[in-house]
């Protein structure tokens, strides 16, 4: 300019914003939730949770043997002649209460999620808790109207569902079990997993508060045991479980022959596509909220990026380039893009997996961060020169690690993307509707993003094909695992 | 060029097996995901960790072969480039930008957000009841943002109508405050090229350092890019000063009238092939004003023509940037999308009049702990 | 001359790919009436046979699954034409299958071409019966379609060899899957002749499969095999063994097929069979996405 001396550009470091933690009041010790009372484990075992993202214990929780589960499926069974006979209209006034509750402390349960899971305090309160309230208020809204829902004149719920849920959205993975089992009719004994119980406790208490019955939600903490004895009791008539392949398939032999009603929402390797014509601007966004959304740890997470030859380079280059902007740390810290891995478990899992692409001879990328001396951590990481055979383009990671392959045609694109025993979730980018329409009615996946990625709606449905699991949860479709039909 | 492009370690680098490859500012060696076994150097890594994140930013992109010559050749040419550019997902873009708009800049990074701000606005005042008084004191505004606290920073400019121009200079004096004028029959750019021309070299004639032009949006609209561009380039010829010097060029692109996010591209690049030293979103005479996604578009459009042709166009949002807050979210824009080389008032502009004084608001705030009141700043 | 002319016995075979091979075992077991009286043979089936009907299940899966609704309505529609033609020829295949009168078997055979008639009707509709738009919270389209699941292996009933038979089959392959079927172990002829009916009556070759044999020698393989992505246990006993139903869904567990459990006992094939079984064999697929300019 013609006045003025040209500087340099300055740097813009964002001093630390944390959310305040005076929010949540976290108990030194939980019991179980049975029967609208909190009582310690029959043989007084516990568990620790801890802070992923610095190791610090947060609480003592029970943990739920064989004779804590029984005493929780009596108290749904003894409660679900009067929850399933009450009217329609009166089970949904509860759950809008629950859900007006919900919003009530959404800063509270978006705080402690973060504290007890280690994903980023954004993504829990901007996105965890509000659709956990709105999937309350969803289903609340179809408890009376169970009639109109397309299973016939007079559905009937199915009796006492036992839950089990996976830790990544410790939160929303309650809500997406509990609101349609209650809109329905049913009760619940809810298993939450063992390295994050706090916010399920927490929704105990909001149950409590919101006046619900006794025995209508009973929250049984453990870990795998407890789960086991949740699946296995023979008063449960209804399954629901959102965790791994391995795990669902136990499920699966463990009630063979049962009758039990089952819902598994199971892993996932999902195939994000981007072809030529993309808006690519756009498609780096969606890429980075694929994989690196809640740390990668999403069951139906873009973790094999298939982008067309002619783009790749760009494409990665574009890619990289954003990835140098992402924030890993403090999961408090309102500025923060990536949090911690919840546990050094998946941690080592991680760590694992991707010790076998550098194996393997795929190369390599990982963002320029700043890992912190505690906690469970672990960088963005991108793998180019992945092919189908690669152990990370087939199994699931669970972690904020990319796999980078090529595809020359849309029939390829296709092929690929569907070349895997999974079936949970796909994305692809093209600014081409009738391309965009075509991939996704041929990709096996039971949720396909065109030109967005990771979008949850409570009127959406969810699940999956193939190993990915079955059933569906969220809108009409949702309701139907939790009637007799 | 002065402005070396910047790159991102190759994605496909060759390198031994499972040897693992970070980015360039990153330490290298093999990294150990595990808590602290990152053998970081510690001293400098901070400073070599912040430049990485954002002076990254900008690098090279192989999809924008723009030869300025070549694809300004013919209006067919030129609008074969400008139709074959990526297209814009509107919700990935207003996403994109609303998820940056929850950036929480505290304390230093505020205080020194605050003074950045400060220092990039184009204090302005632009309405038919403008006077010589008027455009006095808002000089004086400029001069002495603060009376209060000497420290604070300038704006960068004051920008009035061209016939005010001689008196902002008279005003501003050898004080390091730019003039800028708008031209080109502002803000409808309504008028025969000839009239436009000599609005632009009566401000110029008059002292002005920077000439905020408007587009011809019809015939943007009509698909005549070539008019468009010829006539940037002609303004552009009159910006130029007997000195051999020249007043910068910001070209308006009136963005609340393009309608579409493509459109928002398209013109952007259109204006930097033909010359424009900054691009400028709004006139602030129409509903819709600057926003943060079309900034984030323009700014994507500079990062991306540096990227291929070596010059740096600078960026100015205007109109409806009334607070602090929108102030921060902007500047996090920049830091994150054409990252820190725009950080400057040389490269990014917050075309504004009310925004000051909430900035000197927050400002006393920082420095007092107490909030300020509107009687304690100056209006002018 | 009439009287003394030697009937033509028909040698029943297999049904895989379009084509009508022998078991690979080349063997066959003599199937009798309801009062043990031989009727004919029928091949054995074997798990190779299974592993080739599900190979063509699968080559026929993407043309089958891809052809519209409506196309696939209309060669439903031609099963039942087909098999209306041939009333007389099946009503005394279900007479001497089943041991009921041949009034009460013509009725069933009846029955049966009505309910191909009736999920030919319901190719194009199911979509928007199960399926719909989603009114989700933000700048997005977002619709809701049943999906054909794939290869689904079909047990068929025990008893009713072809009415049942047509209600397994019928609603699989009305949705766009392939189906590969093992017929009624006990009463096989009638579903063995009704894939004659198939091959004139314009289904793809692939789509469906019949197989006959020992359930308890093919269903443990069709259950097990990692490219069939559900079964229908219809003609499984709840009785413990090696083909039981519970034994049947730890070996589907492998792949987590979609298992469609039976009733406790056979059901009445004349009710209303409503939309329970083709819902069965749908995944329901959700798109996104974003609505801008």
């Known amino acids: ?485 | 060029m002065k402005q070396e492009t910047l790159r991102v370690t190759a994605i496909h680098p060759v390198s031994q097996r499972g040897q693992v490859k970070t980015g360039d500012c990153a330490s290298t060696g093999a990294v150990d995901a595990r808590a602290g076994a990152l053998p970081v150097e510690r001293e400098g890594y901070l400073a070599r960790r912040y430049a990485c994140r954002y002076a990254h930013v900008v690098t090279m992109l192989s999809a924008f072969p723009a030869d300025p010559v070549e694809v300004t050749s013919s209006e067919a040419a030129l609008t074969r480039f400008l139709h074959g550019l990526p297209g814009i997902d509107k919700v990935g873009a207003e996403s994109r930008a609303a998820m940056l708009g929850t950036r929480s800049i505290k304390k230093d990074a505020k205080a020194f957000a605050i003074d950045l701000a400060i220092s990039m606005i184009d204090l302005t005042t632009l309405e038919g009841a403008d006077t010589p008084g008027k455009v006095r004191s808002l000089c004086a505004k400029a001069l002495h943002p603060d009376p209060s606290e000497p420290g604070t920073p300038r704006p960068a400019a004051i920008c009035v109508y061209p016939d005010l121009v001689a008196e902002a200079k008279r005003a501003l004096g050898a004080a390091p405050v730019n003039v800028a004028s708008v031209a080109t029959a502002f803000p409808s750019g309504r008028a025969a090229l000839d009239i436009k021309l000599a609005d632009v070299a009566s401000a110029v004639a008059a002292g002005a350092d920077e000439i905020d032009m408007v587009i011809d949006r019809g015939a943007f609209l009509s698909g005549r890019y070539r008019q468009v561009f010829d006539e940037i380039v002609a303004v552009k010829a009159a910006c130029a000063r007997p000195d051999g010097e020249a007043a910068h060029l910001k070209v308006i692109l009136e963005t609340g009238e393009l309608s579409t996010y493509d459109n928002v591209r398209r013109a952007s690049w259109l204006a930097m092939l033909a010359g424009a030293d900054f691009i400028k979103t709004s006139t602030g005479k129409v509903g819709t004003n600057a926003t943060l996604p079309v900034t984030l578009v323009m700014l994507e459009a500079v990062r991306d023509f540096r990227a291929a042709t070596g010059r740096q166009i600078g960026v100015k949002p205007a109109g409806g940037i009334r607070t602090t807050k929108d102030a921060m979210k902007y500047l996090v824009l920049v830091n994150e999308t054409a990252g820190q080389d725009w950080l400057t008032p040389d490269w990014f502009r917050l075309g504004a009049s009310s925004l000051l004084n909430d900035l000197l608001m927050q400002r006393h705030k920082l420095a007092t702990g107490r909030y300020s009141g509107p009687d304690y700043v100056t209006v002018d | 001359m009439s009287e003394t002319r030697l009937a033509v016995n028909k040698t029943y075979k297999l049904y895989i790919g379009g084509a009508f091979p022998r078991s690979e075992s080349g063997r066959v077991y003599a199937v009798t009436d309801t009062k043990d009286r031989p009727l004919a043979n029928a091949p054995r089936g074997t798990r190779k046979d299974a592993r080739d009907a599900v190979v063509a299940a699968r080559k026929a899966y993407p043309g089958w699954s891809g052809a519209t609704a409506f196309n696939r309505g209309q060669v439903l529609y031609r099963v039942a034409e087909m098999l209306e033609g041939r009333r007389e020829q099946f009503a005394d295949e279900v007479s001497a299958a089943e041991g009921v009168g041949r009034n009460k078997a013509l009725a069933s055979v009846d029955a049966a071409v009505d309910r191909w008639v009736w999920y030919a009707g319901w190719t194009d509709k199911l979509a928007q019966v199960a399926g719909g738009a989603n009114p989700v919270a933000g700048p997005y389209a977002n619709w809701t379609t049943p999906e054909a699941t794939g290869v689904v292996a079909v047990l068929a009933p025990r008893k009713s060899s072809l009415l049942g038979l047509t209600s397994v089959l019928a609603p699989v392959v009305a949705t766009g899957n392939t189906a590969v079927v093992l017929a009624s172990e006990q009463a096989p002829l009638p579903a063995l002749a009704f894939a004659e009916v198939l091959a004139v009556s314009d289904v793809p070759g692939g789509v469906v499969n019949l197989l006959s044999g020992p359930l308890a020698e093919v269903a443990p393989w069709l259950a097990a095999h990692q490219d069939v992505n559900a079964i229908d246990l219809a003609g499984a006993s709840h009785t413990a063994g090696v083909a039981s139903v519970r034994d049947l869904e730890i070996a589907a567990a492998d792949n987590l097929k979609r298992v469609l459990r039976p009733e406790a006992k056979e059901p009445d094939w004349t009710a209303d069979p409503g939309v329970g079984r083709m819902l069965a064999f749908t995944e329901a697929r959700t798109v996104w996405h974003p609505t801008g300019n």
Not at chain 1, 380 to 403: C, D, N, Y
Not at chain 1, 421 to 445: D, I, M
């Open chain 1, 1 to 485: 300019m013609s006045n003025t001396i040209s500087t340099p550009g300055k740097a813009f470091e964002y001093a630390p914003a944390p959310e305040s933690r005076s929010a949540v009041d976290i108990a030194s010790s939980y019991g179980l939730f049975i029967d609208g009372k909190f009582a310690e484990a029959a043989d007084g075992a516990t568990l620790k949770t801890v802070n992923p993202a610095t190791e610090e214990v947060l609480a003592e929780v029970a943990v739920g043997g064989e004779a804590d589960v029984d005493r929780a499926v009596k108290a749904a069974r003894k409660a679900f002649r009067t929850w399933s006979a009450l009217p329609g209209s009166e089970r949904a006034k509860y759950l809008f209460r629950i859900a007006r509750l919900i919003q009530e402390h959404g800063r509270e349960l978006a705080v402690l999620e973060t504290l007890d899971n280690g994903k980023p305090i954004r993504e829990s309160r901007d996105v965890d808790i509000p659709l956990v309230a709105a999937h309350f208020f969803h289903y609340a809204g179809w408890a009376d109207k169970l009639a109109h829902a397309g299973f016939g004149p007079d559905p009937k719920p199915l009796g006492v569902a036992g839950q089990v849920i996976p830790w990544n959205f410790p939160m929303l993975m309650l809500a997406w079990k509990i609101a349609p089992a209650l809109a329905a009719g049913n009760t619940v004994v809810l298993k939450p997993a063992e390295t994050t119980p706090l916010t399920a406790l927490r929704f105990a208490e909001i149950c409590v508060e919101a006046g619900l019955p006794a025995g209508v939600v009973n929250i049984v903490t453990g870990a795998g045991e407890t789960g086991r004895s949740v699946v296995a009791h023979p008063d449960v008539d209804k399954v629901a479980f959102t965790g791994s392949t391995a795990v669902g398939k136990e499920i699966l032999r463990t009630t063979a022959g049962t009758g039990k009603k089952l819902t598994l929402e199971l892993g996932g390797k999902a195939a994000n596509i981007v072809y030529d014509d993309a808006a690519l601007d756009s498609a780096v966004e969606g890429i980075v909220n694929g994989i690196f959304f809640n740390q990668g740890q999403v069951c139906c997470a873009g973790s094999r990026l298939l982008v067309q030859e002619s783009v790749a380079d760009e494409v990665l280059h574009m890619l990289t380039r954003r990835l140098g902007t992402l924030r890993l740390g403090d999961p408090l810290d309102k500025n923060t893009d990536v949090g911690a891995i919840n546990s050094a478990a998946q941690l080592d899992r991680i760590t694992r997996l991707v010790a076998s692409g550098d194996d393997e001879g795929a190369e390599r990328w990982t963002a320029p961060c700043e890992i912190p001396a505690k906690g469970f951590w672990f960088p963005p990481t991108v793998f180019t020169g992945v092919t189908q055979a690669h152990r990370i383009a087939r199994e699931e990671i669970f972690g904020p690690v990319l796999s980078v392959l090529t595809f020359r045609t849309p029939a390829e694109a296709v092929e690929k993307a569907n070349n895997t025993p999974y079936g949970l979730s796909a994305g692809v980018w093209t600014e081409k509707g009738a391309k965009a329409l075509w991939t996704a009615q041929r990709l096996r996946a039971g949720v396909v993003w065109t030109n967005t990625f990771n979008r949850f709606d409570p009127a959406s449905p969810f699940g999956g094909f193939k190993e990915s699991g079955f059933g569906r949860e969220g809108g009409r479709h949702g309701l139907e695992a939790y009637l007799n039909v």
